[in-house]
């Protein structure tokens, strides 16, 4: 069982940046994947990115390519999400998530969740 503890969310100014923190505890496989998806109200949850723990590489959606960053302390099981240039538009309930195996980007294939933290990002 893995338990993901999500922190950093508020509210904040668009144009404005923010910094989400997902510290992962349990067992996992060798192989896994740390992401993080968002929920609007009314919208399905979405991908954002996603890093491969074996390799550190990452992904990210075309909405945030170039405005967040994903990266990762390895001793202390914890990504972080730098989220840069914030628009109006990224305002969400913001999830980690965990797979075991290799990244993928659809919200049905990955095993654990976290409680979720809500950015609000005002115009």
């Known amino acids: 069982q893995v338990k993901l503890v999500e922190s950093g969310g508020r509210l904040v100014q668009a144009g404005g940046s923010l910094r989400l923190s997902c510290a992962a505890s349990?067992?996992?496989?060798?192989?896994?994947?740390m992401g993080w998806f968002r929920q609007a109200p009314g919208k399905e949850r979405e991908f954002v990115s996603v890093i491969n723990w074996s390799d550190g590489y990452t992904y990210y959606s075309d909405s945030v390519k170039g405005r967040f960053i994903l990266s990762r302390d390895n001793a202390k099981n914890t990504v972080y999400l730098q989220m840069n240039s914030l628009k109006p538009e990224d305002t969400a309930v913001y999830y980690c998530?965990?797979?075991?195996?290799?990244?993928?980007?659809?919200?049905?294939?990955?095993?654990?969740w976290g409680q979720g933290t809500q950015v609000t990002v005002s115009s």
């Open positions: 998530a965990v797979r075991n195996g290799m990244p993928r980007f659809s919200k049905g294939e990955y095993d654990y």
């Open positions: 349990g067992r996992t496989t060798t192989t896994y994947a």
